[in-house]
């Protein structure tokens, strides 16, 4: 591969979205490829996962999540209307929860 065809190609990528996407999801993958194993602990075990197991047991109820203690209360609405909360919610009830969710929230989060 010459040089002026190594340019016209990072030029291609650069210039199309979907493709400068593509390209910027295999270097997250690339760079938080150690970290897929790890677990949530600590602020993401008590972030999201109080939220989303919530809305998972309740049709994804929104008002009746907002109507719960606060999270200084020791209430599950620390990061309610975040969007990772909602994804998480969906991770939760299409893989039942336990160890099945834990494998594609690294990739989420």
């Not at 016209?8 to 390209?23: E, G, K, M």
């Not at 295999?26 to 075990?45: E, I, N, Q, R, T």
């Amino acid at each position: 591969m010459t040089t002026s065809n190594l340019k016209n190609t990072v030029n291609t990528i650069l210039q199309r979205t979907d493709y400068l996407f593509v390209a910027f999801f295999f270097v997250v993958v690339f760079l938080k490829w150690p970290f897929f194993d790890v677990g949530p602990v600590w602020d993401d075990a008590f972030s999201v996962f109080p939220a989303a197991n919530f809305l998972t047991k309740h049709q994804f109820d929104y008002g009746l999540l907002l109507k719960q203690p606060a999270y200084h209360q020791g209430g599950p609405t620390a990061h309610a209307t975040s969007l990772l909360t909602l994804v998480t919610a969906f991770v939760l009830k299409i893989t039942g929860g336990g160890s099945p969710a834990i494998i594609p929230y690294p990739a989420i989060s």
